[in-house]
């Protein structure tokens, strides 16, 4: 599991490091300059003659770039290093200089920028290391950087031979929520020392973090707090409760879904498919879409026993949904609320009686409206907005999108990234309802075997692993003859069980 720590954690690892003299800078600097090298080798350039440049701000990533410079130029890399804050760390520059790197002073007296010169050594670079600013951002970035990462921004987009960016820790620009209130440079790849930095998974700030990399310095974070999880393929097959030789389809696990309707009876196929494929020991379709067993026979029709729900896909009718979502918490199993019955949940939890852990899935649009706020205003801060939700309602938020986030009303967030943008196509939110819904009811039964339950912690890292699965089989529905392109909602249930038998290897 990938967990990712506020910048108090990280600093407070690192003061018995530094107190015992671990040379962590130079260390965080190596990991740099071999990055960089790996950029050229992969790239097919030659690495003497190569020119980089290292964008130092006043901080300690501006330190990290300089040393990284330092070596780099050891290395027969022409390098350029822009001062780009008054004072800079001091032993870093002196070792930068040591080595032959060619240093421009950039902002001067009264933050003045010599724009002109900053950009003539940017174009003649084809790899910029981001060492501007670092984990304590607090709030968009000021200037004289901001007319820095402006200009710089600009520079990288409009040219013909893009460089590469290399940030140091975390992009300039990118705070510890993962908002974006001002300019930040996109970084291609993003260095990142000791342990991932909150803003590098959290939306929409993850987005222009690249390819992130973490450097082991064997900081103490055992026992330390983690503000954000992300699951990989071994934390789902952990997960994912397996069949066992003696199980028969109670011990498996019962999915009851109320989606569809009369209008949108494709969303109760595609709802259904996905929860199907995901490997439950029994699906009963309980709404009102006609047509469903010719299309699944395995579906049982009938009423009977559940061990999770899933209620809206699909349904347009609120009193109907309302109807369905009464009786889906009356069970007092676990319930995935999607579409159609997000806008009756508030409603509905008014008078709920069994504390079961409830999934809420909106996508953006429809969390706007839950909160009576923009969707931009979602989109801009959606770790925020699902927080909010979680916490007013006492559920798990799934928001979905590019990044997905797993909010529990308390307790570390989850995020979880689109493997591919064909993703977005319609029917794919109710297929991931249905393997949703699927993943609590095989957890539901097999807590229930044991005598225990789920709690809101389980249940939100079980519905990140839904989101993984869901992603992955995306992923490999979309790869065609070593390309991507085009998928059908369906084709992700399809490859699903694929997905799931990679993991069991």
């Known amino acids: ?12 690892a690192e003061e018995p490091l530094l107190a015992a003299g671990v040379p962590l800078m130079r260390e965080a600097a190596h990991a740099l300059a071999l990055r960089a090298v790996r950029v050229l080798n992969d790239d097919g350039a030659r690495v003497p003659g190569s020119v980089a440049l290292a964008l130092v701000g006043g901080g300690n990533n501006g330190g990290d770039a300089l040393f990284a410079a330092a070596e780099l130029a050891r290395r027969g890399l022409t390098v350029f290093a822009a001062l780009c804050a008054a004072d800079v760390h001091e032993e870093g520059l002196a070792a930068a200089r ?7 002073q950039i902002v001067g007296e009264e933050k003045a920028i010599d724009s002109e010169a900053l950009i003539r050594i940017a174009r003649r670079s084809g790899i910029w290391i981001d060492g501007l600013a670092g984990i ?47 300019p930040l440079l996109r970084a291609d790849i993003t260095v990142t020392m000791g342990a991932p930095k909150a803003g590098l998974l959290l939306p929409p700030a993850a987005e222009f973090a690249g390819e992130v990399e973490v450097v082991e310095l064997g900081l103490p974070l055992a026992g330390a707090e983690h503000r954000v999880e992300r699951l990989t393929g071994a934390d789902v097959a952990d997960l994912y409760p397996w069949p066992r030789r003696n199980d028969h389809k109670y011990t498996r696990g019962v999915v009851g879904l109320w989606t569809g309707s009369e209008r949108y009876p494709g969303a109760a196929a595609l709802s259904v498919g996905g929860a199907l494929a995901a490997g439950p020991g029994m699906v009963r379709y309980l709404g009102s879409a006609n047509g469903l067993p010719w299309v699944y026979p395995e579906a049982v029709t009938a009423e009977g026993r559940i061990q999770a729900a899933v209620v809206g896909s699909g349904m347009d009718d609120p009193g109907q949904a309302r109807a369905a979502l009464d009786e ?30 409830i999934v809420a899935t909106p996508h953006a649009g429809e969390l706007a409206s839950l909160l009576g706020i923009s969707r931009r205003a979602v989109e801009s801060h959606p770790v925020l907005r699902a927080r909010e939700l979680a916490e007013k ?26 493997e591919t943008p064909w993703l977005a196509t319609a029917g794919s939110g109710d297929v991931l309802a249905g393997i949703t819904g699927t993943i609590l009811a095989l957890a539901q039964a097999r807590a229930e075997e044991e005598g225990g339950a789920l709690r809101d912690a389980d249940v939100a890292r079980l519905a990140a692993a839904s989101v993984w699965l869901h992603a992955r089989a995306g992923l490999r529905a979309a790869t ?22 990679e993991c069991d290897r």
Request: without cysteine.
């Open 1 to 12: 599991m990938i967990r990712a720590y506020d910048s108090a954690a990280i600093r407070a």
């Open 98 to 104: 040591a080595a032959g790197v060619r240093v421009r």
């Open 136 to 182: 304590g951002l607090a709030g968009p970035l000021r200037d004289p950087l901001a007319s820095i990462v402006e200009a710089l921004g600009e520079e990288k987009d409009s040219s013909p031979d893009e460089p590469v960016v290399i940030a140091v820790d975390v992009p300039s620009g990118v705070g510890g929520d993962g908002a974006v209130r001002g």
């Open 328 to 357: 889906a918490l009356s069970r007092g199993v676990p319930v995935v609320v999607d579409a159609g019955g997000l806008a009756e949940l508030g409603p509905a939890l008014e008078k709920r009686v069994d504390p079961a852990p």
């Open 393 to 418: 309602w006492g559920v798990v938020v799934l928001l979905k999108g590019p990044i997905s986030v797993i909010a529990p009303p308390e307790g570390p967030l989850l995020t979880q990234e689109g």
């Open 480 to 501: 065609h003859a070593g390309g991507s392109g085009p998928i059908r909602a369906g084709d992700i249930a399809r490859a699903l069980p694929g997905v799931l038998a």
